[in-house]
């Protein structure tokens, strides 16, 4: 049963517009989450995240938006460039001792010129 | 560059062949982790070492043997795989939590991966 849910496989938007991602979770202990991106041929990076005693954390043209009655998150690009082409993980966890990233299967992003 | 290095990059093998995964890090991270990405699958978590010690085996086949010699060094010894196990393997690390576990709440840096192809 898959925790982290990211229900579309791929998202195509055009340069300069918004670019929203958005990720579904079952698991109600989960209190932080994460958003990865990862390139071809290269390992997930860190993009942004938020604590649960949160709704909304920003970092220049990403903003992911937490929804905890709904389970629900979602990241903001605007505008969206070509290089944010990519696939992004939404992932989860508790933060209690030994817990540990839940990934979703990721959403490949396209921008177009 | 995340500070997690994987080697080799690129790997081709035998089901009776031997072979191992090498990670690295010189971050000062004391937890360390391999998640095996399968196509169109999420990512899915293998082993955990925390401090060196094995702190989660997430059902993995004995056939995937992890070593974690020291906090910077972790391998991944495979023998006798199956071609299903054909996958991207990446080794990320941590800080450990403030509770003294493994949490993957703080940042994961990931090493690029070794795409894992059984023949």
């Known amino acids: 049963d898959q925790q982290v849910k990211q229900n579309s496989p791929s998202l195509s938007v055009q340069e300069g517009r918004i670019s929203i991602l958005n990720c579904d979770y079952t698991?109600?202990?989960?209190?932080?989450f994460l958003w990865y991106k990862k390139y071809p041929a290269e390992g997930p990076t860190f993009l942004i995240s938020?604590?649960?005693?949160?709704d909304k954390n920003e970092d220049g043209r990403f903003t992911v938006f937490l929804n905890k009655s709904a389970k629900h998150l979602s990241l903001h690009i605007v505008p969206s460039q070509p290089g944010d082409s990519a696939v992004y993980f939404c992932?989860?966890?508790?933060?209690?001792?030994?817990?540990?990233?839940?990934f979703g299967k990721g959403i490949t992003l396209s921008v177009r010129p | 560059e995340t500070g997690v290095t994987q080697t080799p990059r690129h790997l081709v093998m035998g089901m009776t062949n031997k072979k191992s995964l090498k990670c690295e890090q010189h971050?000062?991270?004391?937890?360390m982790y391999w998640y095996k990405q399968s196509a169109k699958k999420p990512l899915e978590l293998m082993f955990v070492?925390?401090?060196?010690?094995?702190?989660e085996n997430n059902s993995v086949p004995s056939r995937f043997s992890p070593e974690c010699p020291n906090s910077s060094h972790l391998f991944l010894h495979l023998h006798t795989l199956q071609p299903e196990d054909s996958a991207l393997y990446l080794c990320?690390?941590?800080?450990?939590?403030?509770?003294?576990?493994?949490?993957?709440?703080?940042?994961?840096?990931f090493g690029q991966g070794t795409r894992l192809t059984v023949v």
């Open positions: 990320a690390s941590s800080h450990p939590n403030a509770a003294g576990g493994t949490s993957l709440g703080a940042e994961a840096f």
């Open positions: 971050l000062g991270h004391n937890a």
């Open positions: 992932a989860a966890t508790d933060t209690g001792a030994n817990s540990k990233l839940t």
């Open positions: 938020i604590s649960s005693i949160k």
């Open positions: 070492y925390n401090f060196k010690e094995q702190t």
């Open positions: 698991n109600s202990m989960f209190d932080y």
